[in-house]
C-alpha cells in the first residue's frame, strides 16, 4: 500500500529536492506552503510549477498558523507519515524579526503536534539545525553535547522543537525524529544563503561581506545527500527504551520513541577556501569587504554524524568542488 506523506515547506529549499525525491520513490506526496515573501516568491513558484508536474504530488496553499485548515487537512488525507519542514528560516533575520519565528517556529509546529496527536501518524520528522549548537567549542558537535546556549533566537525556536516533540513523544507515544541539519546548499537554494548571495554579488561585480574577517568554517552539506538521508530514515521509526538514562545512553534518544540526529557533511571547509573554489566555478574574482562577526553568527560547525551512520546507511558522496560546480551551472541557466 502506497505511504501517504505530507511535506510541509514544499516549497522551500528542501522540501521541493525531497518531495521530488520521495514522488519517484512512488509515494504519496502531499505537499504545503504559505508561500511567504522572506525570500523571492518566484523561485518557490518555479519549484512547485516542476513538482506540480508529477502525478503523485499534490499542494495546497496552507499556513501552519491555520489551525483549522491544518485540523482539517489532516482529518481529510489521513498521512502515514509527516516531514515539517516548514520554519521561518535565517539567523540575522530572527535579530530584526523576532515575532516571525514564533509564529512559524512555535505556533506553527505546536498546530503540527496537535494534529499529529488527533491524527495519528507512523512518524513525524521535523527540521531542526546545527544553530542548536549555539556558543559550544568542542567540536566535532555530537547528539550528546549540551545545547542550552543557544546564541540567535532562530536557534532557541528550533531546540525549543526538540523539546515540545519529545513531549509530545512520551505523552502521546507520537514517533518523531528531529533532524539537525548543518549548511545546505545547492541548486534551487536560498537566495539568503551566503554562497548564494555570494554568487549574486559576484555575477554582478559588487562587494561581498566576508564576516569575521573570513575566519569561519562552516559543514557544508550537499542536498542530495541531506534528501537521501531524510528517504532512508522515513520507515526508521524510534521506539521507547524505558531501560533509558542519561549517563549510559546517547542523549540523542529517550524513554519515549523520540530521536535527534545530526545531518551533515562531517567536514568543515575554511570561509576563504569556500570562496576560492565559489570564484573558481563562477570564473570570476570576489571583491571582498572583510567585517566583524555579526550577533547570532558562529566560528565553526562540524557535524558528528556516527549515530546517523549506525542507524542508516547514510553517505556524503558530494565532494564541496562538485556541490558548488553543480550550483553554478544551475545558477547560470536559472539567472543569467
Given at each position: 500500500?502506497?505511504?501517504?506523506?505530507?511535506?510541509?515547506?514544499?516549497?522551500?529549499?528542501?522540501?521541493?529536492?525531497?518531495?521530488?525525491?520521495?514522488?519517484?520513490?512512488?509515494?504519496?506526496?502531499?505537499?504545503?506552503?504559505?508561500?511567504?515573501?522572506?525570500?523571492?516568491?518566484?523561485?518557490?513558484?518555479?519549484?512547485?510549477?516542476?513538482?506540480?508536474?508529477?502525478t503523485n504530488f499534490k499542494f495546497l496553499k496552507i499556513d501552519?498558523?491555520?489551525?483549522?485548515?491544518?485540523?482539517?487537512?489532516?482529518?481529510?488525507?489521513?498521512?502515514?507519515?509527516?516531514?515539517?519542514?516548514?520554519?521561518?528560516?535565517?539567523?540575522?533575520?530572527?535579530?530584526?524579526?523576532?515575532?516571525?519565528?514564533?509564529?512559524?517556529?512555535?505556533?506553527?509546529?505546536?498546530?503540527?503536534?496537535?494534529?499529529?496527536?488527533?491524527?495519528?501518524?507512523?512518524?513525524?520528522?521535523?527540521?531542526?539545525?546545527?544553530?542548536?549548537?549555539?556558543?559550544?567549542?568542542?567540536?566535532?558537535?555530537?547528539?550528546?553535547?549540551?545545547?542550552?546556549?543557544?546564541?540567535?533566537?532562530?536557534?532557541?525556536?528550533?531546540?525549543?522543537?526538540?523539546?515540545?516533540?519529545?513531549?509530545?513523544?512520551?505523552?502521546?507515544?507520537?514517533?518523531?525524529?528531529?533532524?539537525?541539519?548543518?549548511?545546505?546548499?545547492?541548486?534551487?537554494?536560498?537566495?539568503?544563503?551566503?554562497?548564494?548571495?555570494?554568487?549574486?554579488?559576484?555575477?554582478?561585480?559588487?562587494?561581498?561581506?566576508?564576516?569575521?574577517?573570513?575566519?569561519?568554517?562552516?559543514?557544508?552539506?550537499?542536498?542530495?545527500?541531506?534528501?537521501?538521508?531524510?528517504?532512508?530514515?522515513?520507515?526508521?521509526?524510534?521506539?521507547?527504551?524505558?531501560?533509558?538514562?542519561?549517563?549510559?545512553?546517547?542523549?540523542?534518544?529517550?524513554?519515549?520513541?523520540?530521536?535527534?540526529?545530526?545531518?551533515?557533511?562531517?567536514?568543515?571547509?575554511?570561509?576563504?577556501?569556500?570562496?576560492?573554489?565559489?570564484?573558481?566555478?563562477?570564473?570570476?574574482?570576489?571583491?571582498?569587504?572583510?567585517?566583524?562577526m555579526q550577533p547570532g553568527d558562529v566560528l565553526k560547525t562540524?557535524?558528528?554524524?556516527?549515530?546517523?551512520?549506525?542507524?542508516?546507511?547514510?553517505?556524503?558522496?558530494?565532494?564541496?568542488?562538485?556541490?558548488?560546480?553543480?550550483?553554478?551551472?544551475?545558477?547560470?541557466?536559472?539567472?543569467?
Amino acid at each position: 500500500m502506497t505511504q501517504k506523506i505530507l511535506v510541509t515547506g514544499a516549497a522551500g529549499f528542501i522540501g521541493f529536492h525531497l518531495s521530488n525525491l520521495l514522488a519517484e520513490k512512488d509515494f504519496e506526496i502531499i505537499g504545503i506552503d504559505n508561500l511567504n515573501d522572506y525570500y523571492d516568491v518566484t523561485l518557490k513558484e518555479r519549484r512547485l510549477e516542476i513538482l506540480n508536474e508529477l502525478t503523485n504530488f499534490k499542494f495546497l496553499k496552507i499556513d501552519l498558523k491555520d489551525k483549522q485548515n491544518i485540523n482539517k487537512l489532516f482529518e481529510e488525507e489521513e498521512f502515514d507519515i509527516v516531514i515539517n519542514l516548514a520554519a521561518q528560516a535565517g539567523v540575522r533575520y530572527s535579530i530584526t524579526n523576532p515575532d516571525a519565528y514564533v509564529d512559524s517556529n512555535l505556533i506553527g509546529f505546536m498546530n503540527i503536534l496537535e494534529a499529529c496527536r488527533h491524527n495519528p501518524v507512523k512518524h513525524l520528522l521535523y527540521a531542526s539545525s546545527s544553530s542548536v549548537y549555539g556558543g559550544n567549542k568542542v567540536a566535532p558537535f555530537s547528539e550528546n553535547h549540551n545545547v542550552d546556549h543557544p546564541v540567535s533566537l532562530y536557534a532557541a525556536t528550533k531546540k525549543s522543537n526538540e523539546l515540545m516533540a519529545h513531549t509530545y513523544s512520551h505523552l502521546y507515544g507520537i514517533p518523531t525524529t528531529g533532524l539537525r541539519f548543518f549548511t545546505v546548499y545547492g541548486p534551487w537554494g536560498r537566495p539568503d544563503m551566503a554562497y548564494f548571495s555570494f554568487a549574486n554579488k559576484i555575477i554582478a561585480g559588487e562587494t561581498i561581506d566576508v564576516y569575521n574577517h573570513g575566519k569561519m568554517e562552516r559543514d557544508f552539506t550537499y542536498i542530495d545527500d541531506i534528501v537521501k538521508g531524510i528517504e532512508k530514515l522515513l520507515l526508521n521509526i524510534p521506539k521507547e527504551n524505558l531501560k533509558w538514562n542519561e549517563i549510559e545512553d546517547s542523549k540523542g534518544t529517550s524513554f519515549a520513541p523520540y530521536r535527534i540526529f545530526n545531518i551533515g557533511n562531517s567536514s568543515p571547509v575554511p570561509l576563504m577556501e569556500f570562496i576560492s573554489i565559489l570564484e573558481d566555478k563562477l570564473g570570476k574574482k570576489a571583491i571582498k569587504n572583510y567585517i566583524d562577526m555579526q550577533p547570532g553568527d558562529v566560528l565553526k560547525t562540524y557535524a558528528d554524524v556516527s549515530e546517523l551512520e549506525k542507524t542508516i546507511e547514510f553517505n556524503n558522496t558530494t565532494f564541496l568542488e562538485e556541490g558548488i560546480e553543480k550550483f553554478v551551472l544551475w545558477y547560470k541557466e536559472y539567472y543569467v
